[in-house]
């Protein structure tokens, strides 16, 4: 048996010190500035797009038109999908039934409203149901909600003002308490997209990502009546490896579902035909986003958003088709928003959220 010389035994001593050293080294800068996480991105952008349509009325409710012509209107728009979303007021006839004459995929759904008592004036979009849940009175939207999970369905909370604007608005605690388990938030309501005098609708969205509560965003036309002003003014736009003729039902609901779309708004059909994302991606800690044409790119996150301080970013571009922003562990979430101007009037897109996940 031999054994190490003395310099040896301080060799071996010193790499072993150098490593140990490293080591800490890494360890601290792990808790400051290097800390460990992943970005949960929704998107994988296929080679075709579809806008679909989540939110609309009919003379089965307080809508003008027939199921059969708003189905129509929209297929002369070009959207691959609409889903018909009656009251359920009692006094109506809301129902689940396809009404025919279309070439376009159609998504059965309500819009859960019931009647004055108690806090059940919230309105709730259920979409891809099987049945109407009737229920009035505390508790409602939550049973409703419930139903439509077990049945596959999706839900949104509609118009999220404040109750004291009106009584069919969600208020901050209703977001955060009342309801869970929805699947997303209107960010934007064909002509609407603020509480009068107050805040953009995103202000909700952003609560409830700050609180930990998932959601996605969806932008509808809540269309009633007056086709040249009110059609086409809020869309989701899913991304979809199908192409028009061969995209089902299911393909619409699981993009719905997993968040791979983003919401399109203007809040005037004469305002521009909203910015496209073209692709999403993320590398790293790097989203990279792309658009269909010149917009201002703000990246949205807990550090900087709308709840907090009002129509806020961490990082605005200006006048760009792409925009690059890399991510810390404390924006727990990244939302975007692209926004572009013409002839004094702008129009939006805004994406679903990006995790932040340790
Ligand atoms: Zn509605």
């Not at 009342?178 to 805040?199: A, D, F, K, Q």
């Not at 995103?202 to 509560?213: E, F, Q, R, T």
């Not at 979809?240 to 039902?249: A, C, K, M, V």
Request: aromatic share 10%.
């Amino acid at each position: 048996m031999t054994f190490p010389n003395w310099k040896q035994t301080i060799a071996v001593l010193s790499f072993c010190a150098v490593f140990a050293l490293a080591a800490l080294w890494a360890l601290a800068d792990a808790d400051v500035s290097t800390r460990q996480f992943t970005l949960n991105s929704p998107y994988d952008f296929g080679e075709y797009q579809h806008k679909v349509q989540l939110h609309t009325h009919t003379t089965n409710s307080d809508g003008d038109h027939a199921g059969e012509w708003v189905m129509q209107a929209y297929e002369e728009l070009g959207y691959a999908a609409v889903a018909i979303t009656d009251h359920d007021y009692t006094r109506f006839s809301a129902t689940l039934e396809d009404p025919g004459g279309h070439n376009i995929i159609f998504i059965p759904g309500v819009e859960y409203s019931g009647n004055d008592r108690e806090r059940s004036w919230n309105h709730l979009l259920g979409i891809n149901i099987s049945t109407i849940h009737h229920a009035d009175g505390t508790g409602a939207r939550q049973a409703q909600i419930d139903q439509a999970a077990r049945e596959g369905g999706l839900t949104y909370l509609c118009h999220p003002y404040s109750e004291n604007v009106h009584r069919r608005g969600w208020n901050e605690e209703d977001v955060l308490e009342l309801v869970s388990g929805y699947t997303g938030i209107e960010i934007h309501n064909g002509g609407s997209y603020h509480e009068p005098g107050g805040r953009d609708y995103p202000y909700k969205v952003d609560l409830a990502l700050m609180s930990g509560i998932r959601v996605w965003v969806i932008s509808v036309d809540d269309f009633h009546r007056n086709p040249e002003t009110a059609l086409h003014r809020g869309c989701v736009v899913i991304n979809s490896n199908r192409d028009g003729r061969s995209l089902r039902r299911e393909d619409v609901v699981a993009a719905l579902a997993s968040g791979n779309y983003f919401a399109a708004g203007r809040l005037d059909t004469a305002h521009p035909e909203p910015p496209r994302f073209t692709n999403i991606t993320v590398d790293g800690h790097t989203i990279t986003v792309k658009t269909d044409k010149e917009t201002d790119i703000e990246f949205i996150t807990s550090r900087a958003n709308y709840y907090l301080e009002g129509a806020n970013h961490v990082q605005k571009t200006e006048g760009v088709t792409t925009a690059q922003y890399t991510a810390t562990h404390e924006d727990g979430f990244v939302r975007i928003k692209a926004s572009y101007t013409e002839g004094g009037s702008t129009s939006y897109a805004w994406s679903n959220p990006i995790f932040i996940e340790d």
